[in-house]
């Protein structure tokens, strides 16, 4: 398999002698090729993967691309790496008092300075956070939904949201922080605009190129009006129908399990729970005393996986609409029906079908396309290289319990 993974497809992402520090998207993508290419990766994959991601993968926090964004904005030119953290903090400090940006979006008695500090070197940040910095730092709607989708991994606008509305307006329209508080005040004294029966309200023609436009638009959304063809609501349709499509493979797994049989039970797709979704597809986790998973915090790859696991709790909090669903739900379903459908299928051809069918599904849901900078998803396609991916990516979560895999 090792000469085809030269034609792995990653944006930006071909492979070059040296890349620049800054390069994310290019060095994640390069060893990745680097990785499924090696000799003993299709004997030991797992380990081989495990190791990549514990002690070789990157791990490039929110304050990094901060960094990133600043410097290329900056058009700084001392190489990447060797610029001290003083300079981008009295960049962004400049930037806010130019823009006359607020040093927050709620009341606090931080100083800005210490509040950049914080930005530069956290991990990642509330969403609020990359709002404020959209407007301190001058950024575009485009740059503001790169940091949304691809740094923090979270939905882009949510346009039923009236604030996150308004903010999109003002990036797309330049304008500075204090739009958004006349905005807001309008917003607040408007009436709400009632959907006439069998009216349509915008769908795939929004169109906000003018504030009445915008204003009109958000009375309707003051009376409650829900676009069901919204990010979001597309969001929860994609995980119900790759659920329905999860519980038909658990199904037909427990019909072919000779202990599960003996129950005497008759494994239809209606008596699948969210705990026998948890127990095939988080397999390789741990179970306390309790009969729940280990918690996370006890797994080494906590940090790399964003603290998150397909559990009973979390799938019965999206089915309530008590969690969102995110990019790591439609992504972790995915993989599992390619991972069972695709089982006697060749390694590339899997990988292949499973990036072409969830880019499709997380642009329709407003969450950008697989980043291969990301931990977890670098992961997955990794499995799916393998001859095995379910049982890989069982294997290598269970070592990431063990304390002798550190």
């Known amino acids: 398999m090792g000469n085809r993974m030269q034609d792995l497809d990653f944006k930006q992402a071909a492979a070059f002698e040296s890349v620049q520090d800054f390069e994310f998207t290019r060095k994640a993508a390069q060893r990745f090729r680097e990785v499924v290419s090696l000799d003993s990766f299709e004997e030991e994959d797992a380990e081989v993967i495990f190791h990549y991601l514990y002690k070789e993968m990157e791990l490039v926090s929110f304050g990094d691309y901060l960094k990133r964004y600043v410097y290329e904005r900056a058009g700084l030119e001392e190489a990447f790496h060797e610029v001290p953290k003083e300079i981008y903090r009295d960049i962004i400090i400049d930037s806010f008092k130019e823009t006359f940006t607020p040093k927050s979006m709620t009341p ?32 575009s709607a485009e740059d503001v939904s790169g940091f949304l989708t691809r740094v923090l991994r979270e ?42 029966e069998g009216e349509v309200v915008y769908g795939a023609g929004l169109c906000l190129d003018s504030e009445e436009k915008l204003l009109n638009y958000l009375a309707y959304q003051k009376s409650g009006w829900e676009d069901p063809k ?17 519980k038909e493979l658990v199904a037909e797994f427990y019909r072919k399990d000779e202990e599960e049989e003996r129950g005497g039970k008759v494994w239809t797709t209606d008596r699948i729970s969210p705990a026998d979704m948890e127990k ?13 998973l280990k918690k996370m915090s006890a797994s080494i790859l906590a940090k790399h996986f964003s603290q998150k696991r397909f559990s009973r709790q979390r799938i019965t909090s999206i089915l309530n609409h008590k969690f969102p669903v995110e990019r790591f739900d439609l992504i972790t379903l995915e993989f599992f029906i390619i991972s069972q459908k695709m089982a006697e299928e060749d390694p590339y051809n899997r990988y292949q ?21 990301n931990p977890y998803e670098s992961f997955i396609l990794m499995c799916l290289l393998t001859d095995c991916p379910l049982a890989v990516f069982s294997e290598i979560w269970e070592m990431s319990y063990e304390p002798e895999s550190c």
């Not at 606090?108 to 969403?127: D, F, I, M």
């Not at 999109?168 to 958004?180: A, L, P, S």
């Not at 990010?231 to 499509?245: G, P, V």
Request: aromatic letters at 14%; a negative charge.
């Open 108 to 139: 606090t008695s931080t100083k800005l300075p210490a509040l950049v500090n914080n930005w530069l070197t956290q991990a990642s940040v509330k969403r609020d956070t990359v709002f404020l910095l959209g407007f301190g730092l001058r950024m």
């Open 155 to 196: 939905q882009d606008f949510d346009f039923q949201n009236p604030e996150e509305v308004i903010y999109w307006y003002c990036y797309n329209n330049h304008y500075g922080y204090y739009k958004t508080e006349e905005l807001r005040q309008k917003y607040n004294e408007l009436a709400p605009s009632e959907k006439k």
């Open 230 to 246: 919204s990010e979001k609501s597309q969001a929860f349709s994609c995980f119900m129908e790759l659920y329905e499509q999860g």
């Open 280 to 292: 095939v597809i988080c397999s390789g986790i741990p179970i306390n005393e309790m009969g729940n």
């Open 353 to 373: 079908i499973f990036l072409q069918e969830i880019q499709e599904i997380l642009k329709k849901c407003g969450m950008g396309e697989i980043y291969i900078v």
